[in-house]
Nanobody, 123 residues
Framework: QLQASGGGLVQTGNSLRLTCAAS????????VAWFRQAPGKEREFVAC?????????YYSDSVKGRFTIFRDNPKNTVYLQMNSLRPEDTAVYYC?????????????????WGQGTLVTVSS
């Protein structure tokens, strides 16, 4: 089970950190990703942590250089640090996990999903 939190209302240019806490499984046992769904749009891939040894990461072009996905394995938690936020980052953010490693950007590749946390960036 995944529990996402940390969303809120921020101004353009500010930062926010989302948290995804895993229970019943360890965050270190497979790839973890963040997706988001903006109002009126389909859910889209944001970031993935998929390397078992080096915790390799991959980002969508829209967030590359601004967002960072990282894990705290002892806490069984994955984070999404979001800097230089823009109004177009406004969305419900979901964390997702799968039982094995690999880079996957499609929703169907993930076995478990958090409930979503709303991020609103005001201009």
């Amino acid at each position: 089970q995944l529990q996402a939190s940390g969303g809120g209302l921020v101004q353009t240019g500010n930062s926010l950190r989302l948290t995804c806490a895993a229970s019943g499984r360890t965050s270190s046992s497979g790839s973890v990703a963040w997706f988001r769904q903006a109002p009126g749009k389909e859910r889209e891939f944001v970031a993935c942590s998929f390397g078992s040894y080096d915790l390799t990461t991959y980002y969508s072009d829209s967030v590359k250089g601004r967002f960072t996905i990282f894990r705290d394995n002892p806490k069984n938690t994955v984070y999404l640090q979001m800097n230089s936020l823009r109004p177009e980052d406004t969305a419900v953010y979901y964390c997702a996990a799968r039982a094995s490693w690999g880079l996957f950007t499609e929703e169907s590749a993930y076995d478990w999903w958090g409930q979503g946390t709303l991020v609103t960036v005001s201009s």
